[in-house]
T-cell receptor, first 116, second 114 residues
């Protein structure tokens, strides 16, 4: 079955450590996205990539980094520079040339990151 | 700056009753409009979308939404709520076909009581 897989579902890290969240899709979508979700704030775009080896900053990119070496994969690294990393992170994908929603957007199940 | 407002943080509705969730946006032109639903600890699922044409849009799970340009609104409705509709609902906008930055509202949590 086609879809987006985020792993792990729950992740705990000590303050000051970098951590990488995985996002894999087998939908043959060119575009992939990372969102951060905090209670009462909806979703905020961190980074997005429209094509392999290219990505753009979203609204809250500071303290995060991404790579897009393969079409299927778009990992997100939460660095120690991110001041408040504890949140729910969602990955999404869409057909090339179309923002999520213009054609049906596919979201992963999310990763809940807790930094202690 | 563009913004999306969902005025109601939490709504409680009885099973079988009607439901309306409000969404207002502030943009110069008509954006692309979406409603998503999120069950606890899950990803988002697209309920419906509006680009142009008929201002009443039908979606999945019996939901519909009406675009009102004069009020800059895109309210979501369901005539009869089921217990499985308990979830968080997000309104989102994109400025156009080249806008990859979907902007989301803060969400409305719907509780369904028996």
């Amino acid at each position: 079955d086609g879809g987006i897989t985020q792993s792990p579902k729950y992740l705990f890290r000590k303050e000051g450590q970098n951590v990488t969240l995985s996002c894999e899709q087998n939908l043959n979508h060119d575009a992939m996205y990372w969102y951060r979700q905090d209670p009462g704030q909806g979703l905020r775009l961190i980074y997005y990539s429209q094509i392999v080896n290219d990505f753009q900053k979203g609204d809250i990119a500071e303290g995060y980094s991404v790579s897009r070496e393969k079409k299927e994969s778009f990992p997100l690294t939460v660095t120690s520079a991110q001041k408040n990393p504890t949140a729910f992170y969602l990955c999404a994908s869409s057909i090339a040339g179309r923002p999520p929603g213009l054609n049906e957007a596919f979201f992963g199940q999310g990763t809940r990151l807790t930094v202690v | 700056a563009q913004s999306v407002t969902q005025p109601d943080i939490h709504i409680t509705v009885s099973e079988g009753a009607s439901l309306e969730l409000r969404c207002n946006y502030s943009y110069g032109a008509t954006p692309y409009l979406f409603w998503y639903v999120q069950s606890p600890g899950q990803g988002l699922q697209l309920l419906l979308k509006y680009f142009s044409g008929d201002t009443l849009v039908q979606g999945i799970k019996g939901f519909e939404a009406e675009f009102k340009r004069s009020q800059s609104s895109f309210n979501l409705r369901k005539p009869s709520v089921h217990w499985s509709d308990a979830a968080e609902y997000f309104c989102a906008v994109a400025l156009g076909s080249n806008d990859y930055k979907l902007s989301f509202g803060a969400g409305t949590t719907v509780t369904v009581r028996a």
